[in-house]
């Protein structure tokens, strides 16, 4: 069964430093792997998604994840955070033809001044 | 409309009250999901709509839980008794065709407390 792992409930950075969230994946098959926000009383909203193009893959507000197969993983890297970055952040792995999605627990991002 | 819209924004039920979340996808998407997000945790898969048809329900957490979209456009969560397990934020997501490579829309969500 599909399932993703973030290695870190909490995150917390300098404003202006890099910032790194870690995602490892299971999976029998070539996933369909996504990374999303959730600020605080808003939707949530698609950072990036990867789906088997190329391994890199850029994001909105500067945010791009790298797919490694090897590894099993799909870490979410900025290099450098703006306090606006501030909010939680999901690892989601696409399920089946339906388009289920399975989350991750979740990292909360913290920015500090 | 130009979002998914979900409403109410909050509710508070009494332990035993039924109530009913309601979303509005966006007009002409095909596919619809709601999910259940306990506080500090990701969402959780409740059920899926391929515009009437409801395709998938294994992730209702019982039959007090029923969803229905008859139209096959605007969606109704349904819980009935509510338990204090039952809080959470229900969210409601849509895309146009079904398939993950197209991405989702979520809403805001419904904040249920059931007291």
């Known amino acids: 069964a599909q399932s993703v792992t973030q290695l870190d409930s909490h995150v917390s950075v300098s404003e202006g430093t890099p910032v790194l969230l870690r995602c490892n994946y299971s999976?029998?098959?070539?996933?369909?792997l996504f990374w999303y926000v959730q600020h605080p009383n808003k939707g949530l909203q698609l950072l990036l998604k990867?789906?088997?193009?190329?391994?890199l893959v850029k994001g909105i507000n500067g945010f791009e994840a790298e797919f490694k197969k090897s590894e099993t993983s799909f870490h979410l890297t900025k290099p450098s955070a703006h306090m606006s970055d501030a909010a939680e952040y999901f690892c989601v792995h696409g399920s089946g033809n339906t388009g289920k999605l399975i989350f991750g627990q979740g990292t909360t991002l913290q920015v500090k001044p | 409309g130009a979002g998914v819209s979900q409403s109410p924004r909050y509710k508070v039920a009494k332990r035993g009250q039924d109530v009913a979340l309601r979303c509005d996808p966006i007009s002409g998407h095909v596919s619809l999901f709601w999910y259940q997000q306990a506080l500090g945790q990701g969402p959780e898969f409740l059920t899926y709509?391929?515009?009437?048809?409801?395709?998938?329900k294994s992730g209702l957490p019982s039959d007090r839980f029923f969803a229905e979209r008859p139209e096959g456009s605007v969606s109704t969560l349904k819980i009935q008794r509510t338990q204090q397990e039952d809080s959470a934020v229900y969210l409601c997501?849509?895309?146009?065709?079904?398939?993950?490579?197209?991405?989702?829309?979520f809403g805001s969500g419904t904040r249920l407390t059931v007291v």
């Open positions: 999976s029998s098959y070539s996933p369909s």
């Open positions: 709509f391929q515009n009437e048809a409801q395709l998938d």
């Open positions: 990867y789906t088997s193009a190329a391994t």
């Open positions: 997501a849509s895309s146009l065709v079904q398939g993950i490579s197209y991405g989702y829309t």
